[in-house]
């Protein structure tokens, strides 16, 4: 989506103008279609490598736009947050060693991201989730500065009229209400494109929507967001919610959300697709174009179809259509935007290699899918692979099968050929295609992350815990070890040096009362879980007072008893608070100059967390604070 004139107060006049350029972009399209004009003696692949930025800390970075600007590489791009970078990596014929080129390319462009990186004190990691995003870093602040996202912001709070409702459940609950779309920043992708014969489209598009569900249950690498365990490749249902268009009403309404799997087989033509997302998604933004589609054609020019583009740019399938040009010449394809970033270029590159020896490999009996399979059967898998990735179990061809089972014997097989098919070079079928097998038999990153994670809880505080699992993700990537090979997490690793903020080392495992709760139960709660700070929220869910132990013993002392007081009558209200930003030294400090063992931590007073002097320290002890 191009920077200039992108315009997201859409005036009258150019959301009048742009429609007009949509709709006679949609007839060119379809002209092009009908006379030959569409590429399809060739066939290309193409891929964007999205990857974090980090501090030395290990958190997420605020320097993509000055390392961007020293890269000095047209390959290279902003996206959403100042911590993330985007490789548009060139087009490759399919043929022969294409994959380990791929390979060697994405390894010269990271390494080179890496050095520049380097030299403002970053890193560079390609992951799904970064594991050490908080909720401080989707704040505004974070977003690049740019008219295209600013404008992308405002237009969905816009569509929605109101903030953003997360909620995700998966082994922990994450539910929030958030003012900006940042949290889309965090997911990183892995997106890879294949270039399809006009005349092929729709059996090739549904053919793809088929494998989605199996092709990612091997792929998940994203199973933690803010500390919670969600799902095993959590992108999918954050990215849906995270821009999500809808709103809520008392009427029952059938809305498609703008980040979409479809509710159908695909029929018709590439264009019936295109019609049917400017039909079911609303313009969010739109820009003045000076060429109309149509001239340019009758003048024997290939159109860029720029409205069609950028409305498409909006519309978010997990396989989405694409129209392009390059050398003067109309191509379509389909983009896969599913799979994660990560955990290294090799399984990537693997990742790419099954999904296109799948793609090319498709067995004559699917060129019509709604003869073979249900599609809510096809959506099932793909829903239940985000869930649960490798141990799910999914529905093919009307018959259950394990997600591994369903890999291994029957779409490895068809990938294998595919890729023969398409005169990839044996070595690089063997060694791209052997990792898939190998990573189904053993276990996938997310599967990797969530056991270490779990095991690292077991001896240190979370963000510790986020930590130090960044830095094995760190140091694997950069030693070249396959995913599937990782050894466990070092538990002696040093995790402490990078812990500065309130929010870091924070208690977020509540336990509180309401102001008009009995003081009793207040006690029994503070006796049973071994606490001796108990936050006190109004009605509202605010923090309205503290209760501690040497409080309730103090007012026990001085009247005898707290049978029949309320909550209310003894807490104290005079309260001392920070917030998630505030640094570990100033709460420290704000702790001995009041001479007390703990604060609570609020944002927009809401209680978050809670420090105690106990929690600080660890770090007091190896920071010197």
Same mark, same amino acid.
């Given at each position: 989506?191009?920077?200039?004139?992108?315009?997201? *107060? &859409?005036?009258?006049? /150019?959301?009048?103008?742009? %429609? !007009?350029?949509?709709? +006679?972009? =949609?007839? *060119? &399209?379809?002209?092009? /279609?009908?006379?030959?004009? %569409? !590429?399809?003696?060739? +066939?290309? =692949?193409?891929?964007?490598?999205?990857?974090?930025?980090?501090?030395?800390?290990?958190?997420?970075?605020?320097?993509?736009?000055?390392?961007?600007?020293?890269?000095?590489?047209?390959?290279?791009?902003?996206?959403?947050?100042?911590?993330?970078?985007?490789?548009?990596?060139?087009?490759?014929?399919?043929?022969?060693?294409?994959?380990?080129?791929?390979?060697?390319?994405?390894?010269?462009?990271?390494?080179?991201?890496?050095?520049?990186?380097?030299?403002?004190?970053?890193?560079?990691?390609?992951?799904?989730?970064?594991?050490?995003?908080?909720?401080?870093?989707?704040?505004?602040?974070?977003?690049?500065?740019?008219?295209?996202?600013?404008?992308?912001?405002?237009?969905?709070?816009?569509?929605?009229?109101?903030?953003?409702?997360?909620?995700?459940?998966?082994?922990?609950?994450?539910?929030?209400?958030?003012?900006?779309?940042?949290?889309?920043?965090?997911?990183?992708?892995?997106?890879?494109?294949?270039?399809?014969?006009?005349?092929?489209?729709?059996?090739?598009?549904?053919?793809?929507?088929?494998?989605?569900?199996?092709?990612?249950?091997?792929?998940?690498?994203?199973?933690l967001l803010l500390g919670r365990e969600l799902w095993s490749e959590t992108r999918i249902a954050l990215?849906?919610?995270?821009?999500?268009?809808?709103?809520?009403?008392?009427?029952?309404?059938?809305?498609?959300?703008?980040?979409?799997?479809?509710?159908?087989?695909?029929?018709?033509?590439?264009?019936?697709?295109?019609?049917?997302?400017?039909?079911?998604?609303?313009?969010?933004?739109?820009?003045?174009?000076?060429?109309?589609?149509?001239?340019?054609?009758?003048?024997?020019?290939?159109?860029?179809?720029?409205?069609?583009?950028?409305?498409?740019?909006?519309?978010?399938?997990?396989?989405?259509?694409?129209?392009?040009?390059?050398?003067?010449?109309?191509?379509?394809?389909?983009?896969?935007?599913?799979?994660?970033?990560?955990?290294?270029?090799?399984?990537?590159?693997?990742?790419?290699?099954?999904?296109?020896?799948?793609?090319?490999?498709?067995?004559?009996?699917?060129?019509?899918?709604?003869?073979?399979?249900?599609?809510?059967?096809?959506?099932?898998?793909?829903?239940?692979?985000?869930?649960?990735?490798?141990?799910?179990?999914?529905?093919?061809?009307?018959?259950?099968?394990?997600?591994?089972?369903?890999?291994?014997?029957?779409?490895?097989?068809?990938?294998?050929?595919?890729?023969?098919?398409?005169?990839?070079?044996?070595?690089?079928?063997?060694?791209?295609?052997?990792?898939?097998?190998?990573?189904?038999?053993?276990?996938?990153?997310?599967?990797?992350?969530?056991?270490?994670?779990?095991?690292?809880?077991?001896?240190?505080?979370?963000?510790?815990?986020?930590?130090?699992?960044?830095?094995?993700?760190?140091?694997?990537?950069?030693?070249?070890?396959?995913?599937?090979?990782?050894?466990?997490?070092?538990?002696?690793?040093?995790a402490h040096e990078a812990s500065y903020l309130a929010g870091h080392i924070m208690s977020t495992e509540l336990?509180?009362?309401?102001?008009?709760?009995?003081?009793?139960?207040?006690?029994?709660?503070?006796?049973?879980?071994?606490?001796?700070?108990?936050?006190?929220?109004?009605?509202?869910?605010?923090?309205?007072?503290?209760?501690?132990?040497?409080?309730?013993?103090?007012?026990?002392?001085?009247?005898?008893?707290?049978?029949?007081?309320?909550?209310?009558?003894?807490?104290?209200?005079?309260?001392?608070?920070?917030?998630?930003?505030?640094?570990?030294?100033?709460?420290?400090?704000?702790?001995?100059?009041?001479?007390?063992?703990?604060?609570?931590?609020?944002?927009?007073?809401?209680?978050?967390?809670?420090?105690?002097?106990?929690?600080?320290?660890?770090?007091?002890?190896?920071?010197?604070?």
């Amino acid at each position: 989506m191009g920077e200039h004139n992108v315009n997201s *107060s &859409l005036s009258h006049e /150019l959301r009048a103008e742009f %429609i !007009e350029h949509l709709l +006679t972009d =949609i007839k *060119s &399209l379809e002209t092009m /279609l009908d006379q030959g004009l %569409i !590429e399809d003696d060739i +066939t290309r =692949i193409g891929a964007e490598q999205e990857f974090c930025l980090i501090t030395d800390n290990w958190r997420p970075s605020k320097k993509s736009v000055e390392i961007l600007e020293a890269i000095n590489d047209s390959h290279f791009t902003t996206e959403l947050a100042r911590y993330n970078l985007e490789i548009n990596l060139d087009p490759l014929e399919l043929k022969e060693k294409c994959f380990s080129d791929y390979e060697k390319s994405l390894n010269f462009h990271l390494s080179q991201a890496a050095k520049i990186a380097e030299k403002y004190g970053d890193r560079v990691l390609l992951t799904g989730i970064l594991p050490t995003i908080s909720k401080n870093e989707l704040e505004m602040e974070y977003m690049t500065p740019s008219p295209r996202y600013y404008a992308l912001n405002d237009m969905i709070k816009a569509q929605r009229g109101k903030d953003i409702d997360l909620h995700i459940r998966g082994i922990d609950e994450l539910s929030l209400i958030h003012d900006s779309v940042l949290f889309e920043a965090c997911n990183t992708s892995f997106q890879m494109h294949l270039q399809i014969a006009p005349q092929d489209f729709i059996s090739s598009y549904n053919w793809a929507q088929a494998i989605s569900g199996p092709l990612l249950s091997v792929c998940c690498n994203s199973p933690l967001l803010l500390g919670r365990e969600l799902w095993s490749e959590t992108r999918i249902a954050l990215f849906q919610q995270s821009i999500d268009t809808r709103s809520s009403s008392f009427a029952l309404k059938e809305q498609l959300a703008r980040v979409s799997f479809g509710n159908s087989w695909a029929s018709g033509s590439i264009a019936e697709i295109f019609k049917d997302d400017i039909a079911r998604h609303k313009i969010l933004i739109a820009k003045e174009i000076d060429n109309n589609s149509l001239e340019e054609l009758s003048q024997g020019r290939i159109p860029k179809l720029q409205a069609l583009n950028l409305h498409n740019g909006t519309v978010y399938h997990w396989n989405r259509c694409c129209y392009g040009v390059g050398n003067g010449k109309a191509h379509v394809r389909i983009e896969n935007r599913y799979i994660p970033a990560g955990p290294t270029v090799k399984d990537e590159i693997a990742n790419f290699a099954f999904w296109i020896g799948m793609m090319m490999g498709r067995p004559k009996e699917f060129d019509d899918m709604a003869k073979v399979m249900e599609f809510r059967d096809v959506k099932s898998n793909f829903i239940k692979a985000a869930r649960t990735g490798k141990e799910s179990v999914m529905r093919w061809k009307g018959e259950q099968y394990s997600a591994r089972k369903l890999i291994t014997k029957y779409l490895l097989p068809i990938a294998y050929e595919g890729l023969k098919k398409a005169k990839i070079a044996e070595e690089d079928i063997d060694k791209y295609l052997g990792i898939i097998e190998e990573r189904t038999a053993k276990e996938t990153a997310s599967q990797w992350c969530i056991r270490n994670y779990r095991k690292l809880k077991q001896t240190h505080k979370k963000d510790d815990a986020l930590l130090m699992l960044t830095k094995a993700i760190y140091k694997n990537q950069n030693e070249n070890i396959i995913s599937h090979e990782w050894p466990e997490v070092d538990p002696t690793l040093e995790a402490h040096e990078a812990s500065y903020l309130a929010g870091h080392i924070m208690s977020t495992e509540l336990f509180t009362v309401t102001e008009n709760d009995l003081a009793d139960l207040a006690t029994s709660v503070m006796l049973w879980k071994n606490i001796h700070h108990l936050p006190v929220e109004n009605k509202k869910g605010e923090l309205c007072g503290l209760l501690t132990w040497s409080h309730l013993e103090r007012y026990k002392k001085e009247i005898g008893h707290t049978e029949g007081l309320l909550v209310s009558e003894i807490m104290t209200k005079d309260l001392i608070t920070v917030r998630p930003e505030t640094t570990i030294k100033n709460a420290l400090d704000l702790m001995k100059r009041n001479s007390i063992g703990c604060v609570p931590v609020i944002h927009d007073r809401h209680l978050v967390g809670i420090i105690t002097i106990n929690d600080i320290i660890p770090y007091n002890n190896d920071q010197g604070l």
